[in-house]
């Protein structure tokens, strides 16, 4: 075997790993277009007062990225512009890796999101992860003078047009209706009750807990074990709690609703003997008012149904009494965690049907 041919096996294998995995990942964020902007949300929150002015740009920030990792797969994959795709690679990795970097070293948020909810990476898996990317990228780069083109400029610029228009189209449909996988513990034919659950024998996080005491102007730090609880000599400043290992989790662990009284109602739905109608409005302030018409009317045929009706919420009693004043809703409010409503369905307003804590049913009201 020949430098060339050599160049030309390793050339091909890293542009074809390249290709797969910019492809997966652009793909599963496509199908949850929604889901993405969530995740440039938290980002820029999470990054500060500077970022957070970008805020309202989340979605066209997804839209752009999902179109760049998936077309950037694309041309990988049919050998489109290798050279220039090898550039652009590069010119992502360079960008991705460092900031991977940062979050795996401050955590500002939980997971990266490279992969959407389809395959959750810590944060530092997703560096490393980078990395190997990384080097295949300059792989790429140094061997692609021995790949040859596969494909006439006009078959090249086909390609590429059908991809891009099946993935705008697919994009569009996702995000008018709901995501056409459901990568979420939340998705039809799951049963929230069993989601909640902890095995038995199943491992509890483990905490170290220290308190910390001063005397003569000196802080030191105990333990449970040592603290001077009998030297008053001492005086108590504060108690650090640190995670030492992190145990099991269940798929669902924050499904909690109160009621406008609030008193938690979360068994009284799950446990519910009718079929339960539950409406999630996230943030009554980006609900269309357009849908007041067919809340009220999905109130009232619930209502004539024998169905429990929920509409619930994680804004704030300034919002709702806005909300329902403007609407003229004929229902109550229940809230819950936004964040959690947000993993629950990705509309707003969207509707979940559940009977015995099974979800049968979603969809998005605006499709409907």
Same mark, same amino acid.
């Given at each position: 075997m020949n430098s060339k041919q050599a160049g030309h096996i390793i050339g091909s294998t890293a542009r074809t790993l390249l290709a797969f995995v910019f492809i997966f990942s652009g793909f599963v964020k496509a199908v949850d277009p929604l889901g993405t902007t969530y995740k440039i949300e938290d980002y820029l929150t999470a990054f500060g007062s500077f970022f957070a002015v970008f805020i309202p740009m989340a979605e066209p920030l997804a839209w752009v990225l999902i179109a760049f990792e998936f077309l950037l797969g694309i041309s990988l994959l049919f050998n489109i512009k290798t050279q220039i795709t090898g550039w652009l690679a590069l010119l992502l990795m =360079?960008?991705?890796?460092? /900031?991977? /970097?940062?979050?795996? /070293?401050? +955590?500002? $948020?939980? !997971? =990266? @999101? =490279?992969? @959407? !909810?389809? /395959? $959750?990476?810590? +944060? %530092?898996?997703?560096? %490393?992860? +980078?990395i190997v990317l990384l080097a295949l990228v300059v792989l790429l780069l140094l061997t692609k003078k021995h790949i040859s083109q596969t494909f006439t400029g006009k078959a090249e610029a086909g390609i590429f047009v059908v991809f891009t228009v099946l993935l705008v189209a697919m994009m569009l449909w996702c995000r008018l209706r709901l995501p056409l996988i459901d990568f979420r513990p939340y998705k039809v034919g799951n049963n929230i009750i069993e989601l909640m659950e902890i095995p038995e024998g199943a491992d509890p996080d483990v905490y170290e807990t220290t308190f910390v005491y001063e005397k003569d102007g000196v802080e030191q730090e105990f333990t449970l074990q040592n603290y001077p609880k009998n030297d008053s000599s001492w005086v108590f400043v504060r108690q650090n709690t640190k995670l030492l290992h992190k145990g099991y989790e269940p798929p669902i662990h924050d499904f909690a609703i109160t009621n406008e009284d609030f008193e938690d109602i979360t068994d009284d739905i799950l446990y519910a003997e009718d079929t339960v109608v539950m409406v999630v409005m996230y943030d009554l302030e980006k609900t269309s008012r357009k849908q007041a018409a067919k809340l009220n009317r999905l109130y009232e045929d619930s209502q004539a149904a024998g169905r429990v009706f929920v509409a619930v919420t994680g804004s704030g009693t300034d919002e709702i009494e806005t909300f329902a004043e403007e609407t003229q809703a004929l229902y109550p409010f229940c809230t819950a965690d936004g964040t959690m409503l947000k993993t629950v369905i990705r509309a707003n307003p969207g509707v979940v049907i559940l009977s015995d804590g099974t979800v049968v049913e979603k969809y998005n009201l605006r499709g409907k």
């Open positions: =360079c960008f991705m890796t460092p /900031l991977t /970097l940062y979050i795996a /070293l401050k +955590n500002p $948020v939980s !997971d =990266c @999101g =490279c992969f @959407g !909810d389809a /395959l $959750v990476l810590s +944060n %530092w898996a997703t560096f %490393w992860k +980078n």
